[in-house]
């Protein structure tokens, strides 16, 4: 089994979505894991792919030329090597964060550097600005052992330091 992450970045516009499908469908490939997201008027996608085929990087690449040129995108492939793909990291809790303040250079980075000195993985994050708010929500994984109470004083010291609201909700999850 071979698997691939493909991305894919240009301006939006109807069809993509089905156009880099297609390509998937007829070489036999399964979209395993997807996300794709307009911001502004540029279009994003990031798929986790599979395979039973014998197909290289260069050979996959070559299969989306038409899409790429047609639809004036960006397409890179990546292969994912076998343990890579089947490693998996031990996690704790999940929860959601939510910051809501006026916008400024900055939130996103000490957020996020907040998070990394931690050992917190964003598995998730969007923003949006509007004139009066700065939104910026997260979803994040805590490593396992490591408490919500254990971060609290860090995330207090950056609300006031940003002037900003940061609030952090914990995930229950739900077995099925």
Known sequence: MKHFVITAVGEDRPGIVADIAKVLYEEGFNIEDSSMTRLNNEFAVMLIVTTEKEISQEQLKEKFR???EEKG?????????QEVYEGKREIGDIYNLVVYGA????IVYKVAKLLADKNINI???RT???PEIYVLIAQI???AGL?????A???ERLKDELNIDISIEKVESVEM
Do not use: H, Q, T, Y
Not at 73 to 81: A, G, H, M, V, W
């Open 66 to 68: 038409k899409v790429e």
């Open 73 to 81: 995108l960006l397409i890179n492939i990546r292969e994912i090597p």
């Open 103 to 106: 916008d400024k250079p900055g």
């Open 123 to 125: 598995a998730d994050l």
């Open 128 to 130: 949006e600005k509007s």
């Open 141 to 143: 994984e805590f490593p």
């Open 147 to 151: 408490k919500e109470e254990e971060i």
């Open 153 to 155: 004083p860090d995330i």
